[in-house]
């Protein structure tokens, strides 16, 4: 006891160090996300609430789990525990607390805690603690998002087989002033998180299959109805897939709904790798894009990277080389195709088709793009915003390692064009059945959007460039070309609100399947029309 | 003919139940929704901020799911009625505000022009009945 009073004593002469008392234990350092903004909406309230939530859940709880609250600062706290386990058991409680205190007030008043445990060697002194693991503890306090609990690996390693819940691995992280890299996970505490997750996915599930039963339903009573009375008895039985389905669809194999989805078959695993990204073999519009993709990737075979790099799943999308050239961009049907200019473009190239939701899915699968998209594997996938296009080039790049990315504006033109300077890349005057777009075709709504490869390549031997999916690219929107760069680099400056979408989608009239034709939208919002293609620097 | 009838029912019926999940949220009674600028009858000279106004309900940005808010679309020229069971159509005739934008700069053409304000829902629907504004007319000088 004596001793002790001595250190503290010593602490004021600056007496030798070595005196002072270390221990191991398990720092848990909590603050509250969004202090400030709370105290300026109402500073006496969120005062007294916080006070109220350390007296009645903080305090109580550190003494059930046998800890010691070493001190209150103004946004949050720090304790020590003796065991790990009781430690991570704390911030487990004070989380989940939170969320039922929590749950009737709106957004905006929420008190969310960010806390973070780690163990390792303190100095102790009567009112504070010190040492590296304490700056660990408020470190990872500091990237823990609002109302989780992350945890170094000293701890993981101490609870993993002990606490029944989940942790997710966030892997090395430098943190501030501190030269090691932490490892860092997650708590995943919350069961009924994982449960409503579940249940939400349950009824997704119903109603697809509900939907397509009503599907099937309804198109089966048309065929019913379709038969002429005679023979009604005769065919009733016969399965309902008509070919017939869509009439007078010119040039293209009827888009038949119940097509099953071209999935490449296992066995194509040991085919000799064919060269990628097979340029110009042409594909009659019949072949289903998504078969051709299915030859393997000669890359993941031969750079036999070890497991670590998920480098295999990717498949490339087909491209079409481009050689370069110049060609006068814009046109005088529309302010904002004007001024035309001269741009010169480089080598480049570009997707044949949009990208389809089977490839959209293995981004998804690969945990890299924000949504899993339904609809066939071999239509165009739709809904995607501006990021969400510029995450899968990402991706692709990434699992490639080749240059994806979005095509510039100028390139777009340039490709769609096709090498002609006409309104359509077909002629001077529109011509239905050529191009994907509202009342040009004899498609049902229903049906869209149609497969990629419906309709008639372009002279570049591109498909869907103009009609189809309304397709992003790199560009800022800019309401003309006053000032456009002629080098066919894509036109950014900074964060641009809007993107410019160029193609116009099934849904617009014919004016906005010219090649020249553009539009724009905002950065980060989603539409059913909105799509992509790929580009790739050589 | 007849072919193109039972094309329509059939996908009429295939589109209900879609349809009806999608689409068809109610908008408050009393929700509002208005031109704050310009007025019916306006002339104006150049390009301008058009102001959007509601009441009773919240902007946001399209996706977010919230009860009782939407976004802002704004019809230039517009005849054709909308259509409940689609999405908004987006050209340049239907201009699209999913960002939670309350105002926005518009620069038309000389003449005269109608506008009308409408808001759709987290997935571009209108909602049940349309929350739609006054059709005003103004002339471009």
């Known amino acids: 006891m004596a001793e002790i009073r001595d250190i503290k004593f010593g602490r004021s002469n600056e007496r030798p160090r070595e005196a002072t008392p270390r221990r191991l234990a398990a720092i848990v350092a909590a603050d509250i996300s969004g202090y400030s903004r709370l105290m300026e909406l109402d500073e006496e309230g969120t005062h007294a609430r916080v006070k109220r939530i350390e007296r009645d859940l903080i305090e109580p709880s550190i003494a059930e789990h046998h800890g010691r609250l070493v001190k209150t600062t103004g946004d949050g706290f720090i304790a020590i525990f003796d065991s790990p386990v009781e430690a991570v058991r704390f911030g487990i409680v ?12 709106p957004k905006h008043h929420r008190i969310e805690f960010r806390i973070g445990v780690n163990l390792g060697d303190v100095i102790i002194e009567a009112d504070d603690i010190y040492g590296d693991g304490v700056n660990i503890a408020s470190r990872l306090e500091g990237i823990a998002n609002p109302g989780q609990v992350y945890i170094s690996s000293g701890i993981y390693e101490q609870v993993k087989n002990k606490l029944v819940c989940g942790y997710e691995s966030l892997g090395d992280r430098k943190v501030k002033n501190i030269t090691e890299p932490v490892r860092v996970y997650r708590v995943l505490a919350d069961p009924t998180a994982f449960h409503e997750h579940r249940k939400r996915r349950e009824n997704i599930l119903i109603f697809l299959l509900s939907l397509t039963l009503l599907v099937i339903a309804s198109g089966a009573l048309w065929y019913v109805l379709q038969q002429p009375n005679g023979k009604l008895g005769k065919q009733a039985s016969a399965p309902a897939l008509p070919p017939v389905e869509i009439p007078n669809v010119p040039s293209s194999p009827a888009p038949a709904v119940k097509q099953p989805a071209p999935l490449p078959p296992p066995s194509s695993a040991p085919v000799p790798p064919t060269p990628q990204a097979a340029p110009q073999t042409q594909a009659a519009p019949s072949v289903t894009p998504a078969v051709k993709h299915a030859t393997p990737q000669p890359q993941s075979a031969s750079s036999a990277t070890p497991a ?19 060609f006068i961009m814009g046109s005088n049907d529309d302010v904002t195709e004007k001024p035309t200019h001269q ?4 080598p480049f190239a570009i997707g044949k088709y949009p990208t389809t939701v089977h490839e959209w899915n293995e981004c998804a699968a690969a945990k890299a793009c924000g949504f899993v998209a339904t609809g066939k594997d071999d239509a165009p996938v739709t809904n995607v915003s501006w990021s969400d296009a510029k995450q899968f080039v990402a991706w692709l790049a990434g699992a490639t390692r080749k240059a994806y990315r979005l095509p510039s504006e100028a390139e777009w033109e340039y490709a769609a064009r096709g090498g002609t300077q006409s309104k359509y890349w077909w002629g001077d005057q529109f011509e239905p059945g050529i191009a994907n777009c509202k009342n040009c075709t004899d498609i049902a709504t229903t049906e869209q959007p149609v497969k990629v490869g419906s309709f008639k390549p372009n002279p570049f031997g591109l498909y869907e460039m103009g009609g189809g999916v309304d397709q992003w690219v790199e560009d800022c929107w800019h309401k003309n070309y006053q000032g456009a760069p002629a080098d066919g680099s894509p036109w950014v400056e900074g964060e641009c609100p809007a993107h410019v979408i160029r193609s116009g989608s099934w849904k617009n009239d014919a004016r ?25 620097s050589p | 003919m007849r072919i193109a009838q039972l094309i329509v029912l059939s996908a009429a019926l295939a589109s209900v139940p879609s349809a009806a999940h999608a689409q068809g949220k109610p908008a408050p009674k009393d929700a509002l929704l208005y031109f704050v600028w310009p007025q019916d009858g306006a002339t104006i000279k150049g390009g301008f901020w058009c102001r959007f ?3 009773n309900m919240g902007v946001t940005h399209a996706g977010d799911d919230f009860q009782n808010s939407g976004h802002h679309h704004l019809l ?7 259509d409940p069971n689609e999405a908004i159509p987006q050209d340049k005739n239907h201009l699209h505000f999913g960002a939670g934008q309350t105002e926005a700069r518009i620069e038309l053409p000389l003449g005269k022009h ?12 209108p909602f049940n009945p349309p929350l739609v504004s006054e059709k005003i007319t103004i002339r471009i000088k």
Request: hydrophobic letters at 35%; proline letters at 7%; a positive charge.
């Open chain 1, 308 to 326: 670590t790099q998920p480098v295999s799943a990717a498949r490339e999308p087909e491209m079409n080389p481009i050689r370069g050239g110049s």
């Open chain 2, 76 to 82: 230039v020229d517009v005849n054709e009625p909308l």
């Open chain 1, 512 to 536: 906005y399947v010219r090649p020249s034709n553009r539009d724009n939208y905002d950065t980060n919002v989603r539409y059913p029309t909105h799509g992509f293609r790929v580009a790739l």
């Open chain 1, 94 to 105: 004070i989380q989940q607390n939170m969320i039922g205190r929590n749950a009737l007030l």
């Open chain 2, 53 to 55: 106004g509601l009441r």
């Open chain 1, 343 to 346: 741009v010169t473009i480089k």
């Open chain 2, 114 to 125: 109608t506008l009308q304000l409408v808001l759709g829902d987290a997935k571009h629907y």
